[in-house]
């Protein structure tokens, strides 16, 4: 499939798909006629790549996942590691985006005068156990 196509499709740029190869992230793309062009592989890659960088994994998390590969090429030692890892990180970020949730909610309710008046408060009623 030509590069533009696959850009489109998947909605990437081509530059970044260019960039994603010069990173060794994908395949060298190879030429047809002149016109570079991707196999199937690189495409799932391409996916991968995508999913990945939308769900916060850094290019060099992504490129050591691509790494370890599957199957029975796959080191398990590295690959548990690296996930439990990862995982641990993730739910660390999930607490801390839903007490940001919550901080939006009450100050959004908030008739104090200013942040700090609110904060303030919130400190009390966690004092008394309110």
Known sequence: MRIGAVAEALGI???AIRYYERKGLIQPIGRVSGRRELDKKTIVSLRFLKL???AGFSLNETRKLLEFGFGDRRPQDD???FIHQKQSDLRSQIDTLRGMVALLDKLESCRCSSIEDC????AELQRRGA
Do not use: L
């Open 79 to 81: 690959w548990q590691s």
């Open 52 to 54: 990945a960088q939308a």
């Open 119 to 122: 904060m303030n408060e919130d």
């Open 13 to 15: 740029s081509s530059s």
